[in-house]
Structure formats: structure tokens, C-alpha cells
T-cell receptor, first 113, second 117 residues
Framework: AQTVTQSQPEMSVQEAETVTLSCTYDTSESNYYLFWYKQPPSRQMILVIRQEAYKQQNATENRFSVNFQKAAKSFSLKISDSQLGDTAMYFCAFGGSQGNLIFGKGTKLSVKP | DTGVSQNPRHKITKRGQNVTFRCDPISEHNRLYWYRQTLGQGPEFLTYFQNEAQLEKSRLLSDRFSAERPKGSFSTLEIQRTEQGDSAMYLC???????????????FGAGTRLSVL
């Protein structure tokens, strides 16, 4: 069975600084995708970034980038130039052959002015 | 594209009552997923549909839970004889998939928060 582990329950960062959120996963599948979702307080979950397991190049989306280490089964999210609007719960998720997503427990990120 | 819509946003009920939630996915999305999220946890998968067919059910989906997607568009999730442990946020997501590829992005609704007293 696949598992996703986020070891940082809470993190904080100063506005304009850089922060990295950690995620590890376990799977025996070879074809899968990894996702980071953001859930602002009392708002719906939105996709931040997606990584295809067969691609060695790390995905980037503006200020968001990942460090994907397939052998280590590690998938961290780096947020550069943090903004107040980045304050949210961040969930790492695994998408495999079954179609549904498996989520970690989340990291609560607070961006301080 | 109006996004995934869930109704109601909040539901308070007494233990033992039945409740039903509705999810309207993004039009033309053929997959629809239900997840449950309790406080301090990530969403947990319950079930999903491809068109009108229910393809997968989690063991979390006890026999008190039933989900339907009768015409391959909106879906309903019913909980019978609610228990206090059913209190949670119920999230719906939709996506467009071809061939069962895992790459497809799931778009989430705002959820229905259920409180069982």
C-alpha cells in the first residue's frame, strides 16, 4: 500500500523568504504522479504543482518548485519569495494506478509580515 | 467552467438521522471522487466514479454510506444512521481521465462540513 508522510506539522517563514516543505512516500509502482495541494483557511484545495515520476527534471511553477528524489522517494516543495497569501495547509499527495489520491497529514505554513 | 460545487456547505444533524450531500463536478469531467477530511488530517479517499460507474470503494465506506452518480453528472453521498464519528469535512473532486492514467489533476470543491450532535 502506498503511504505519504509529511514530518513537519507546522512551519513559519518571514515574508519574502524561502521555505521548504518535506514529503516522503512509499510505493512499489513505477508509473505515478506526485502533487502538492494548498488549502487556505476555510477555502477549497487547489493544486500547486505536479511531478511525473518518469521525468527527472524537477517541476516548477513560478515561485514554487520541487526537489524530486525518486530513489529516496522524497518530494519536497520550495516556496521562494513567500507571500502572505501563501499561508495555508499544504498537502503532499500520491497518484498511482488506482486513480485516487493518497494524502499526507499536511503542513501548516504561516507567512509572517 | 464554474468549478466543483458542493451543497450544502454545512450540515448539522442529530445522531441517527440520515443526511445527503450533493456534488456537481466540472462539466465534461468523467471522474468524480469523494474524500473525507477530519480535523488535522489529510483527505482520505472514500469512493470514485467514472461516468456513472462506481469503480472503487474504500474500506472507510461502511454499509451506512452510499454514493450515486445516476447520469454521470452530479453525485450524491448519503450517510444513514449518522454517528458522531461521521463528523468531518466531505470533499468532492472531479477530473478528466483517459485510460486510467494517474496523471490527471483532481479539482476540489469547497466541501460539506458535517457535524453530528
Amino acid at each position: 500500500a502506498q503511504t505519504v508522510t509529511q514530518s513537519q506539522p507546522e512551519m513559519s517563514v518571514q515574508e519574502a523568504e524561502t521555505v521548504t516543505l518535506s514529503c516522503t512516500y512509499d510505493t512499489s509502482e513505477s508509473n505515478y504522479y506526485l502533487f502538492w495541494y494548498k488549502q487556505p483557511p476555510s477555502r477549497q484545495m487547489i493544486l500547486v504543482i505536479r511531478q511525473e515520476a518518469y521525468k527527472q527534471q524537477n517541476a516548477t511553477e513560478n515561485r514554487f518548485s520541487v526537489n524530486f528524489q525518486k530513489a529516496a522517494k522524497s518530494f519536497s516543495l520550495k516556496i521562494s519569495d513567500s507571500q502572505l497569501g501563501d499561508t495555508a495547509m499544504y498537502f503532499c499527495a500520491f497518484g498511482g494506478s488506482q486513480g485516487n489520491l493518497i494524502f499526507g497529514k499536511g503542513t501548516k505554513l504561516s507567512v509572517k509580515p | 467552467d464554474t468549478g466543483v460545487s458542493q451543497n450544502p456547505r454545512h450540515k448539522i444533524t442529530k445522531r441517527g438521522q440520515n443526511v445527503t450531500f450533493r456534488c456537481d463536478p466540472i462539466s465534461e469531467h468523467n471522474r468524480l471522487y469523494w474524500y473525507r477530511q477530519t480535523l488535522g488530517q489529510g483527505p482520505e479517499f472514500l469512493t470514485y466514479f467514472q461516468n456513472e460507474a462506481q469503480l472503487e470503494k474504500s474500506r472507510l465506506l461502511s454499509d451506512r454510506f452510499s454514493a450515486e452518480r445516476p447520469k454521470g453528472s452530479f453525485s450524491t453521498l448519503e450517510i444513514q444512521r449518522t454517528e458522531q464519528g461521521d463528523s468531518a469535512m466531505y470533499l468532492c473532486a472531479s477530473g478528466l481521465t483517459t485510460g486510467g492514467s494517474p496523471k490527471n489533476i483532481q479539482y476540489f470543491g469547497a466541501g460539506t462540513r458535517l457535524s453530528v450532535l
